[in-house]
């Protein structure tokens, strides 16, 4: 009995260590579904959209080494509508005129149908959409940069950058990555 609760403590030292938020860091002004739409018809800002799930080791990753940068999270804040998508969203997203639902596969395994159309994800039998990813917008939301691989923090800032400033109107993004000078 004394080692389960020392185990505990320990347990719970390193648990509230790991999950301690930085108090420099600003959480991301995450937009709810409902307002969604609303945003979209304002035309001022670019948005983002984090795709994940609650269990994957990657998007945990993600959402520490992303959503826990101060420059990302001032930067989104500031210049983007971000939203997240989290696999288990069972409610019914309306966009530009189209209506997303979630599409219930198993008894507990499911999808949103907007997972696969920000990620241009095939659909393909008995595949789930790609997690984590993220999905970049214009100031119309109109889908720019479909992001379903694993990248580091220097390159999200330098696409979040490409996508701000519209660069994607009239640059390659090799291009601009070549000549853009971030701040990580």
Not at 60 to 77: L, M, T
Not at 107 to 121: M, N, W
Not at 136 to 162: G, S
Request: aromatic fraction near 14%; proline fraction near 4%.
């Amino acid at each position: 009995m004394n080692k389960f609760i020392k185990f505990s403590f320990l347990l719970l030292a390193f648990t509230l260590v790991e999950c301690t938020v930085d108090p420099e860091v600003e959480p991301i002004n995450w937009v709810d579904w409902t307002d969604w739409d609303n945003k979209r018809k304002l035309g001022d800002r670019p948005a983002i959209v984090w795709i994940h799930t609650a269990s994957c080791e990657n998007c945990i990753k993600q959402e520490k080494e992303f959503f826990g940068d101060p420059v990302i999270v001032n930067y989104i804040n500031e210049h983007f509508y971000a939203a997240h998508l989290l696999d288990t969203y069972k409610e019914d997203i309306v966009t530009q005129n189209n209506t997303f639902r979630y599409v219930q596969r198993y008894s507990d395994v499911g999808y949103h149908d907007l997972a696969y159309h920000l990620t241009k994800a095939e659909r393909l039998k008995n595949q789930l959409p790609p997690y984590p990813s993220i999905a970049l917008l214009d100031k119309d939301f109109h889908l720019i940069l479909p992001i379903t691989k694993m990248i580091d923090v220097q390159e999200l800032e330098m696409l979040l950058a490409y996508v701000k400033e519209e660069a994607f109107k009239t640059t390659k993004i090799k291009d601009f990555k070549a000549q853009y000078e971030g701040k990580l």
